[in-house]
């Protein structure tokens, strides 16, 4: 009698779970395992590879999902594959024709108990494709879902992502997700904002100096990319952005204030780039060609006197002019001559100065009411924006731009609205701390190093030109109109004229961001 041989068919099994939902349901990987186990055994097809994914399928290009078809292609000889139902191999239509292409392969699934070929009836490859774009649908629907779940997640003001540096993703015994402190992080982050703050620290010393304290991101060192990073991130004090959206309301702790982070900004788009130098040279970047617009650098000349150059970067054909340090302290030291004058004269201008403010109540409404009815313009042009970028009526690189513009000045705006709105004690306060600066500058800069002569430059002034002979210098605003009043002062000009110099001179009072840069100053000074 002839033995009949049975043939073993090849196969390999793929497995997929995609969320924790699906493995409490029933759907987990040993489940799956078993079922094609049992399936395999009754249908005398023996497995010879397994690919097990746990991830999800929103995309192609799953790395089990490659292996398993790089291995059918391979291996000619094993031409079925093994998976317990539609969606668990594929939930996209790019999925569908990387499987169709494999030719000469059979797809049993041995759940729903079919199996496709290229020998299939079409009524079948018609059947299967319709559950192919079902598979394809469940998943656009529930990317849908979830992206409402997170925007309302969002909307009550909690972050739905992954935490930055400084905090950490916890989940709570009712299964919500929240945000809190990392407090192995959060020192460092609060450092970062503080030492940058001060204007001494570039992104490479900054994450230097955290190094050093020991600050690590993942088990590695701090890099300049990281701070950079940290210091651009709203997050920290108590805003974050969600898929082009501002949330102001946010539910996590603040690590530092709106200030800190509004200083931070300004230094970082400061005209004095800071930039680490081979050689420290006090006023690199601080003064600029009148002729080219380039940056003055230093150079050691004999081995003891440093003069600075212009770069001439822009390759014009124009001359280089250069001076020695000395003289760049020289003329400055001229110009802080200007804020000089009797200490009783300075007495004089701060009574009169608080004597004019406490009788113009009426003008910090009416500026705190110009402010209101500004933020509210930029609120109404944020969202409306958003709404144009959704509608798809710009395009993303104009709503980015137009939305970091409005943004930053929406956050100044803001914070100092939320400043003057309190008294004129604030404005009265300013006054005399800018006034009190203004005086001693003369005989501080006097004795200072070069470096913190450089830091009184940066501080007092806005622009800083050479033009081959003299330094012309452009004084904040503060201090132009204190010039011109402590002018008036001297040549004792009318009513009418000395009212018009106080009223600008309190008007530069509302820079609160360069107030407070002012008293962090006159407190380490």
Known sequence: MKTIKTI???AVFYGRVSSDRQEREGFSIPAQTKLAQQYAKENNINIVAEFIEAETAKKAGRAEFNKMIAYLKKHKNVNIILVEKTDRLYRNLKDYVIIDELGEVEIHFFKEG??????????????????????????????EEIRKGLKEKAEQGFYPSKAPVGYKNKVLESGRRII???PATAPFVKQAFELYGTGRYTYTSTAKKLSEDGFRINGHKCTAKNIERILNNPFYFGVFEYRGKFYS????????TKEQFLIVQRLLSAKYPTKPQKREFAYNGLIRCSNC??????ELKKGKYIYYHCTNSKKLDVSKPSMRQERIEELFADFLKKLSMPVEEFERLKETVKEFINQGCEYIEQKNTENKRRIDVLNRRLNKLYDDKIDGIITDDFYYEKRDEWQKELDELCFAFEQTATSSRTLIDSAEIIIELSKDAHSLFLRQSPKEKAELMKLLTIELLFDGQNLIITPHSAFANLIKLLNCHKLELTSLSSNLLLQNFVDSLSDVIFLSQIKKYKNCA
């Open 8 to 10: 073993i068919k090849k």
């Open 114 to 143: 079919n199996i496709l070929s290229s020998n299939s009836k079409s009524q079948d490859k018609f059947m299967h494709g319709i559950r192919v774009l079902m598979a394809k649908n469940y998943i656009d629907n529930l990317s």
């Open 180 to 182: 809190v402190t990392d």
């Open 249 to 256: 309301d946010a539910r996590h702790e603040p690590l530092i």
């Open 293 to 298: 617009g380039c940056q003055l650098v230093g």
